[in-house]
């Protein structure tokens, strides 16, 4: 009697297991399905609204809202709702956030010709360079005074340094951060590039700026590429180009980041705790977030198949594919954003942060002024 007990007791726990993991993958399928609806409605609005106001005194502003804007203002909304509705938690392993940002990146490789780059971008590349080595070394100092701890400074300031998000999610493959370090550090971009997006074209006006240093200015300065876009369109085309530059010449640096982290966190971060386990290849490897080497590979293919005379409207379609998965990304960060989130992290992030942004808007306004002052736009 007691074996049969005992069986019968495992058989009813594991039919309850199999009806947790069922239910765990209908709700994780149900998120992903609420993500590509919001995604959906989000080009949906792109496209109609600049219509709806057409011959209003809105028609200018309809026209400037990209869909960044419109992304994350339904998962902000969705994110009300489901959390109304005591769904959001439930549902969120389905909002996939990362993999949306990786697989949009990998994509965002295919447009990046690093030829162009390096032969025609000159002041790109040395601000890319000067701006990431000054907003970050003050981020991860700033960090240091105030005692954060070291995986997310690490976070803080390549986000805040290179392009947002994505830049956050690379240096915690990197560190091995906490996912709840990379919520803090995502929340955190989000909410200080939503401003940005509308502030820097307005500024950029006021200040006079060319559209080659306005330009200059946005990609240098706004955290997120898909923000740089929806802001430079607002300041005009030829400042549109000029921030793409900039902004795609700090991505192509995100790699670089990535192994100076893996190389400092293995030999000397965490050797403080472990002094005899000295890192290996293996290890490098397992930190090093592999969709970089995806996004290296693709802008090396792209560039080759166009100069070796493919097709554009090919590019053009992955170009169009990468904003869906932009948009999907952007929902899904408004859907996981989270207040309590940063108040847990306390002041300290946020005011490193906001002092790290101060830091970044004057350092890319000066290297903008300096290094485009003369440049000509064509």
Sequence with gaps: MTEQATEEEYAGEERRDNRTSSAGIGYAVAGVLVVLALGALTRFFEAQVPQWADGTPFERVAK????????????LLGNAVLSRLALRDALSAGFRTEFFIKTGLVLLGASINLKLLVTAAGPAIIQALLLISIVFGFTWWLGGRLGLEDKLRALLASA???????AAIAAAGAVQA???????AASLVIAFALPSIFLLPWLAGEFGLSDAVAGAWIGGNIDTTAAVAASGAIAGEDALQIATIVKTTQNALIGIVAIALTAYFALKVE???AEDARPTLGQFWERFPKFVLGFIAASVIGTLYLQWGGDKAAITTVNDLRTWFLIFAFVAIGLEFSLKGLREAGWRPVAVFASATVVNIVVALGLALVLFGNFEVG
């Design 271 to 273: 050797r403080r705790s």
């Design 178 to 184: 906490k996912r709840e370090q990379l919520a803090y």
């Design 64 to 75: 400037s809202i990209e869909f960044p804007v419109y992304a994350i203002a339904f998962g």
């Design 160 to 166: 805040v340094s290179i392009c947002g998000v994505s």
